[in-house]
């Protein structure tokens, strides 16, 4: 190797993520001030929905799938434990081993009484240090929430006001006020906005207000929306002019990142309800229309479908606003984000943002980002290898400075 430098890549490597503070750009997570919103602890882990659709292939005959949604939490946790963990196969899909890494975190022995010494340890936490806990052992600083104004049980908190935790940053969410055009008409009205079902001039503007205020309440960062494969730009649908009309350009006006997350077929299997959501690939004809005719604004994007990873990649290098995030979802499991993320090093060098947690429940920070870690190194120090190989003289703090930047937020959402 020329130019090998006198220090262990792998090594700094590691401690360039172990110094820097993960600001996790995508979560479902709220803080406590949120009340209900806030899930934390063994049945809401348990019962996470990649957990759930797991679990339902392989209930016991006497429990079906409507069953099981019937019951309450605690026994819904019961039954998936049995099922996943108590089976008779180890638990080893990338899910339930992320139970296994959030018990051993916290020092609780999976078996043979995992679930129960879990609830143990719980009842006896207070809530504030186990979110404290959470934080520090996670490596995690700041976690991005998804924020639904439309949604009964999160608008009223925003509207009477609470002093929301540093750590948990707002982003306004889209689906509810725009897919499945005019069902969100009632509620927006409901709200004050004088939308009609008509996409009209007075539809597009109170959009336009709607965004606004709420981004102005809730502080937003950016503004996200899931879309399935078959979204279309330009496109006569509802949603595809209501992005054109109103989301693009508010994002441009205000100067946030409009995320797109794309490739989500809802509903596929309902009855599995979260977790019956399946997939589908994108035509990026369509990214590429979005990025030329607004050049003015950040798009965020994820894709579901390995298939279009590269895509995205070439697509990417041709527009510098857009920005590829995260192994969304099916793909965050160790096999593709080491393939995704050696891919987007080599297309795009460091301008993209690796990896987010998506997490629900707060405990998940412990497995989704220490697996994640484990997953994406061995791609980073391939690749300062390579470089020192090349004949780059390679610094420590070059390592530091590309994981600060990559993992803290990227150009858009670092503080
Ligand atoms: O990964 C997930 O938890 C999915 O259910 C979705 O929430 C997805 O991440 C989304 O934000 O729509
Ligand atoms: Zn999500």
Partial sequence: MSNAPDFSISAA??????????????????????????????????????????????????????????????????????TLFVGDSS???????????????????????????????????????????????SGVGKVYMTNDPLDDAERPLWEKGFDLDPRFGAVLRLDSA????????????????????ALSEKTVSEMRRYLNDWCDRIGARYMAISLPPNFTYPGEDPVS????????????????????????????????????????????????NIARDFPGVNFLITILSRENQHGLCVVARKFPNILPFGCWWFLNDPSIIQEITAERLELLGASFIPQHSDARILDQLLYKWTHSVRTI????????????????????????RDIAKMFGGGKLLSD
Wanted: net charge negative.
């Fill in 241 to 288: 002019q209501l992005m054109a009309k109103a989301v693009w350009p508010t994002a441009q006006d205000r100067n946030i990142p409009s995320a797109m997350m794309v490739g989500v077929k809802r509903g596929v299997n309902p009855v599995l309800r979260d977790g019956g959501d399946g997939m589908g690939v994108w035509d990026l004809a369509n990214l590429e």
């Fill in 377 to 400: 190194s061995p791609v980073f120090v391939r690749k300062y290898e390579d470089l020192a190989h090349a004949g780059w003289p390679l610094t420590e703090d070059d390592i530091k």
């Fill in 13 to 82: 490597v590691e401690r360039a993520f172990a110094e820097h503070p993960i600001v996790d750009i995508h979560t479902h997570l709220y803080p406590l001030q949120m009340g209900a919103l806030s899930l934390w602890g063994p049945d809401e882990l348990i019962t996470y929905h990649y957990l759930k659709a797991e679990a339902s292939r392989q209930l016991p005959p006497d429990i079906s799938v409507a069953q099981f949604n019937a019951m309450p939490k605690p026994e819904q946790a019961d039954v998936v434990w049995k």
């Fill in 178 to 197: 725009l897919v499945g055009w005019p069902g969100p008409v009632a509620k927006l009205q409901a709200l004050g906005y004088n939308v009609e079902n």
């Fill in 91 to 137: 638990p080893i899909s990338e899910a339930q081993l992320g139970v296994i890494t959030v018990m051993n975190a916290l020092g609780i022995v999976p078996r043979p009484n995992g679930l129960a010494d879990f609830r143990a340890y719980c009842a006896d936490v207070k809530p504030e240090a186990f979110v404290d806990l959470i934080f520090e052992k």
